[in-house]
């Protein structure tokens, strides 16, 4: 197997900046579902973490890591807090001696997805037990606002209130500093990004593609989404070198 740090275009590009992969379930994807891009199934992750880990790569958290000198860092992230991800990823994690931060819905919490539309699937969602569980196999949590409304499409008062509610529900819960969030559907605006950081967060996510670098903003950091059942890594990483090129 030709690890990707062997490919020159693709070396260059790791090195100026971090990638932040981006995946929502880690589980087979189901006969009929409206979104099947958020399904990873749990033998192509694994796949994926085996030759990132046989590329010498170390995760860190978002906005962490230098990429100039010793190993290459990249950030594994989780949108929403799917039960698939601890039943089917915290496994390979452990194995592969990767950590992932998970962005949680904390006013949904061992429920399902109703934020998505009616003929979207519900899927379970991590409860307290297993969140604890991640946190303490080394994990980190995030927040992804309260209920996961799209934030530029409310009140800003009441935006205000998604992103404050959500960090501190998640730290009575948990007991652990929250320091990163995630804009739900990757929405977010000036206005939004502010509110982020008047929260105390360090940094948020959107789902806008790209890697990071020291002049990405803080509260616009880029990802990779990790899309398809039948995409591995080397198919991601020639889409990467081509798009940054
Ligand atoms: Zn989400």
Redesign the pocket.
Known sequence: MKAYTELAPHRNLFVEGVPMLMYHQVAPVPWKTWLPMLYVPPALFRRQLEELKQAGYVSAEPGCGDPRGGKPPLVISF??GFSSVFENALPVLGETGFRAIQ?L?PGRLGATNDWEAANVRRERLMDHGQIREWLAAGHWIGA?TLT?PRLTQLPLDKAREEIVASKKVLEDAFGVEVRHF?Y??GEWNEKIAGLVEEAGFATACTTAFGVNTATTFSFALKRVFVRYADIGWHRLKGILARRLA
């Open positions: 949108d929403d962005f819905v992804h996961h995630a739900p559907y």
